[in-house]
């Protein structure tokens, strides 16, 4: 069996603006395609990891006898295995591989087992003899700070302070509230899973599913104290990642045991394992006090924003950022005083998720715009749009907004859409609750909110965000035949369509291949903050022009448009390698978040309309319509996609997704009991795309992944408001927030 | 571990005497899950699905109002609801509900009473229509009334040697309704939930609730109160919409019959308040459907 997933690499038709089928498409439905827990290797065994089962405790002891007498097992490893240096980390490298003498969440890697076969390797984890002495965890984010640290610089990530304007501007109509967001969870549908081969250089070559190579290849040579060059990874087939495979997880793990035994080594956890295998999305507490004058305009704004990180740093510093600076949602605010925290607590450790501290703030910031036109009497589309932001506006950074912005435009689009009928006939599916037969239309009551959301588009505060491709043009077969190859990775959206579509449009050739991920060429970057089809995109376009200006040398100055390309190649090969950069950003200052840190925005907005069965706390969402600018759709297909299943995980985060923790412990760690939403929740969307081109992106893109995540969770909420007349100032909304029980 | 795969009942029982540590394996939507998770290794497990006998229904019992169908315990939910909903409506409506399609084309009403979960969709239905779990061993077959199945939390009343062959569940007519309540608009585990059967030739109710109890249990004193107010006003032969004070008093005495806990699907709290409202709905639901057929 090959240890890459052959059909992401087979070729589909059409150029930009087309949307061939994904060439895997078929095979996801029909259960066929093969992610990398199907990966195999003769001769390989199997890593097992041994978590702790407490959020705080010291370690005092670790016995590996019984472990070792398992018969099967090649290995029982603890940190005094870890070859190279035993922490890593996105951002700040805080985290150790596999604990020392504390662990800090409830599900750290204390040791590792490798067996002949998966089940043995549980039983010998089993019998590893681990003595803790269980501390008291901090589990509270608003006063984590002055609580015992965790670490030894204390429990502040970081604190990103926005000011801007007159820091005591004064307004006629002011709202405040108080803000919960629970702990999502990405729940990608394909858990962790790996395999790593020992190479005979002494090295290792892992077969993996994750967002972002090289950042992995990087934490993992240092983890395993080799050299870049003898850590290759090769990616596998992934099923989902929404930000939960940035972060490492059984990368190193996997890699340690195959050293360490000399046998290809493959990892898998199960659900279970993956809820305490991967970060989560940062729980929030948000205080919001937005002041207004009579006509609903924005006089000033101040928020106060918590965190919660969980026992790591991972992307923690990041996501403050986009929560201060993206803090006040896509409106014109002169005066504004925004702070947001980061902490360290004992609760699971929290990183990226698709909106990336965009989605916390906006529940806020859309709450409290509704909460403003409701004290205005106003419109709460009418509020927004009097102070919606559009092109040239200033952020609350101080940053220019230089290309589309049409805030109001999108609202616009959503509140002209014909709202749907009211059902009279009962179909049970058309219910809140469903096919469980909870109403027949008794107590059920319909509402209509909106929202609109804000997001930056790839990575920002200076970071050095690039991608590297290559293409090779040549003749085979007489025909021109392209190939292109980057590290960029395909976890499910779409990119191994775009990069071909972008070759065939830009080198005007049919026949196009893409070779499968790996580290032997570039960065990519990572396939977060919606910025892939935007940056390696942009590098897969920038390297077919560097082809172009190859060719236009062999044609000698002759127009390239009308040139036959078999005889003007022959038997040369043109092969170009591209590192692409998008315009460079600023760090912010650290007191006033002042500084242009951000490359671009997005922007979605959506009506929701739902029925809330009043007496059970029910809620069907009937409709969820929303409207985004794509800056230009480059597959339209996969952008209308990206817009549904974002705003279904929206949807989830309003309604139901959350992992409920109680002490530091995760409380619902299955999908029988953290639920995402089904085809009955999710209902169809009708879905406006704008495609307001940005001049400064490669053709005019606007990433699409997340914006539609952001306004999608307030919209739903500020319906079931409207139809329960309930103040709701958490999410998701459980029935008993509805009905008071 | 063993995998034992008998082709009859006889023998499947004889292997269940010898072996009562094997587990019975039927649709395995259960049984799979405890595996994959590790959270159970028993020495053999038992297949039942060979087993003929127990893959199918029969109505000797009549298949009138009075009448009884016998269905087998391996009966997939898909079945119950395709070819049994006409007779045994609150049956079928459960089934209906039971996770998705793939869970009803495996699942059976024998594995439900298997597992004994609290949270099992059949059992309320099982309990207001006055079902029987028929078991069986090499010693004999015998008829354990639903109301005396469950003992505890995921504890029933089978003996180490015994199987359930079948359920037994009285044919009728007349209304009979389930729901169920849960954060989601499928596949989901009952926060709570309620059924509720008319049984006209008795001058009966039959009520019981799931999900809010450490077993499914019969709210008998909304049963004995709403039977008696029925009965008092001859509303049998001649019904007529029933009051809201009647609805409501019903609805309080379900929540009553309920002992529930918080947990991560709900609060206790809730749970009460759910049933009482899922009691008042049903009922109305059932008594306008009697209403039309009586007159
Ligand atoms: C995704 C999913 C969703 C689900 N949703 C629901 C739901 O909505 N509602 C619900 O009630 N349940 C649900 N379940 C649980 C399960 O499907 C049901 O309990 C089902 O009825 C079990 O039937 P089975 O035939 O698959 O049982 P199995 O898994 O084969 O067995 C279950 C138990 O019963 C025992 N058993 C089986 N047959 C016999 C027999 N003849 N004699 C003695 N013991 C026996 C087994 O040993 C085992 O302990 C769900 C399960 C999954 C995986």
Redesign the pocket.
């Known amino acids: 069996m090959s240890l890459t997933p052959a059909e992401l690499t087979s070729a589909v038709a059409g150029g930009i603006g087309s949307s061939p089928q994904r060439p895997d498409g078929n095979l996801k439905v029909r259960g066929e395609f093969a992610y990398a827990s199907d990966l195999w290797h003769e001769d390989m065994i199997w890593g097992a990891t041994l978590r702790s089962p407490h959020p705080y405790a010291r370690i005092l002891s670790i016995d590996l006898t019984e472990a070792l007498q398992v018969p099967g097992v090649y290995a029982v490893l603890t940190h005094e295995d870890v070859r190279g240096k035993n922490r890593y980390g996105l951002e700040h490298k805080d985290q150790p591989v596999l604990a020392e003498d504390i662990v800090r969440y409830q599900g750290e890697p204390v040791a590792l087992v490798g067996a002949d076969h998966p089940e043995t390797a549980q039983r010998a984890m089993k019998r590893i003899k681990v003595k803790y002495e269980v501390l008291t965890p901090v589990v509270d984010m608003e006063t984590a700070v002055d609580d015992t640290p965790l670490h030894p610089g204390g429990n502040l990530v970081r604190h990103v302070p926005v000011r801007r304007g007159d820091q005591h501007a004064e307004a006629e109509v002011v709202v405040t509230g108080r803000y919960e967001v629970g702990m999502q969870d990405q729940a990608f549908l394909g858990p962790e899973s790996g395999l790593a081969v020992p190479a005979e250089d002494g090295g290792v070559d892992l077969y993996i599913a994750t967002q972002w190579l090289h950042v992995d290849q990087g934490q993992v040579a240092a983890a395993l104290g080799l050299p870049l060059e003898r850590v290759r990874l090769t990616l596998s087939g992934v099923g989902g990642a929404f930000g939960g495979r940035e972060d490492l997880s059984m990368q190193v793990h996997a890699c340690l045991l195959a050293l360490h035994t000399g046998k290809p080594t493959k990892m898998v956890y199960n659900r279970e394992e993956s809820f305490y295998g991967h970060v989560h999305r940062h729980p929030a507490v948000l205080y919001y006090e937005h002041g207004a004058d009579r006509t609903g305009k924005l006089v000033y704004v101040k928020a106060r924003i918590y965190l919660d990180g969980g026992a790591y740093a991972s992307s923690t510093p990041a996501v403050v950022a986009n929560s201060a600076t993206l803090g006040v949602g896509p409106y014109d605010v002169d005066n504004v005083t925004v702070d947001c925290w980061g902490v360290f607590t004992n609760n699971p450790p929290c990183g990226a998720m698709r909106g990336f501290g965009a989605v916390q703030s906006a529940f806020a910031y859309e709450s409290q715009m509704d909460k403003l036109a409701e004290a205005l009497g106003m419109d709460p589309v009418d509020v927004r749009i009097v102070n919606a932001m559009s092109e040239g506006s200033v952020m609350p950074t101080g940053q220019v907004v230089d290309s589309a912005a049409p805030v109001a435009q999108l609202l616009k689009l959503v509140k002209d859409k014909p709202m749907p009928p009211l059902s009279t006939a009962v179909d049970l599916r058309d219910m809140p609750g469903g096919v469980s037969n909870t109403t027949h239309g008794e107590g059920v009551v319909r509402g209509v909110g909106y929202a609109v959301g804000i997001k930056n588009i790839c990575f920002s505060e200076g970071y050095d965000d690039y991608s590297t491709a290559r293409v090779r043009l040549q003749i085979i077969n007489g025909e021109p035949a392209a190939l292109a190859h980057t590290a960029a990775a395909e976890v499910g959206q779409g990119l191994v369509t775009i990069m071909q579509q972008i070759v065939r449009t830009e080198l005007g050739v049919e026949r196009v291949t893409i070779l499968p991920m790996d580290t032997s060429i570039g960065n990519g970057g990572s396939t977060s903050a919606s910025r892939q089809t935007y940056v390696t995109g942009g590098a897969v376009k920038a390297a077919c022009a560097a082809v172009r200006e190859k060719l236009a040398k062999l044609a000698g100055g002759r127009d390239l448009a009308g040139v036959d390309l078999v005889g003007l190649l022959g038997d040369d090969v043109i092969d170009e390698t591209v590192e692409w950069r998008h315009r460079a950003t600023e760090p912010i200052d650290p007191e006033t978040g002042q500084g242009n840190a951000h490359v671009q925005y997005g922007f979605a907005a959506h009506r929701a309309v739902v029925d809330v069965d009043v007496e059970l706390g029910l809620v069907k969402v009937v409709e969820l319509d929303c409207a985004q600018d794509v800056g230009k759709a480059l597959n339209p297909q996969a952008v209308l996609g990206q817009i549904q299943g974002g705003s279904a995980q929206g949807l989830g985060l309003a309604v139901m997704e959350e992992i409920q923790t109680e002490g530091g412990k995760v409380r619902n760690p299955s999908f029988t009991d953290y639920l995402i939403p089904t085809v009955l929740d999710m209902p169809p969307m009708s879905i406006d795309v704008l495609e307001l081109a940005d001049p400064n992106a490669p053709y005019g893109v606007r990433g699409v992944g997340e914006p539609p995540t952001i306004s999608s969770t307030p919209a739903i909420v500020a319906a079931i408001r409207a139809a329960t007349g309930l103040a709701l100032t958490r999410v998701p909304v459980r029935p008993e927030h509805i009905t008071g029980t | 571990m063993d995998f034992l795969r008998p082709d009859t009942l006889a023998e499947a029982l004889a292997l269940k005497a010898q072996r009562p540590d094997a587990?019975?394996?039927?649709?395995?939507?259960?049984?799979?899950?405890e595996l994959n998770f590790d959270h159970r290794r028993p020495a053999a497990l038992l297949d039942?699905t060979r087993i003929a006998e127990?893959r199918s229904w029969d109505s000797a019992g009549g298949n009138g109002d009075g009448g009884t169908v016998r269905i087998g315990?391996?009966v997939p939910y898909t079945r119950i609801i395709d070819e049994l909903g006409d007779r045994l409506p609150g049956l079928a409506m459960a089934s209906r509900?039971?996770?998705?399609p793939q869970?009803r084309n495996?699942?059976?009403?024998?594995?439900?009473?298997?597992?004994a979960?609290p949270?099992?969709?059949?059992h309320p239905v099982l309990l207001a229509g006055d079902a029987t779990v028929e078991a069986a061993s090499t010693r004999g077959t015998r008829l354990i009334p639903a109301t005396e199945f469950y003992l505890g939390v995921k504890r029933h009343a089978?003996e180490p040697d015994e199987?359930?062959?079948a359920v037994h569940v009285p044919v009728t007519r007349a209304p009979q309704q389930f729901a169920k309540v849960g954060t989601r608009n499928a596949?989901?585990?009952?926060v709570c939930s309620f059924a509720v059967a008319l049984h006209p030739a008795r001058q009966r109710v039959g009520a019981a609730v799931g999900s809010a109890a450490p077993t499914p249990r019969r709210a008998s004193a909304a049963e004995e109160f709403l039977s008696a107010e029925l009965t008092s006003a001859n509303q049998w032969e001649s019904p007529k919409p029933l009051l809201d004070s009647v609805k409501r008093r019903f609805g309080e005495l379900v929540a009553e019959a309920a002992n529930p806990i918080d947990d991560v699907r709900g609060s206790a709290a809730y749970r009460k308040h759910a049933l009482s409202v899922l009691a008042r709905r049903t009922l109305d639901w059932a008594w306008r459907d009697y209403s039309e057929k009586v007159t």
Do not use: C, E, K, W
Not at chain 2, 23 to 33: K, L, Y
Not at chain 2, 106 to 115: E, F, I, S
Not at chain 2, 119 to 122: L, P, V, Y
């Open positions: 587990v019975p394996i039927a649709g395995g939507t259960d049984v799979m899950v039942l127990l315990s391996g509900t039971v996770g998705s869970i495996r699942g059976t009403v024998g594995g439900n009473l298997g597992a979960s949270a099992g969709d059949t089978l199987l359930i062959t596949m989901v585990i009952a």
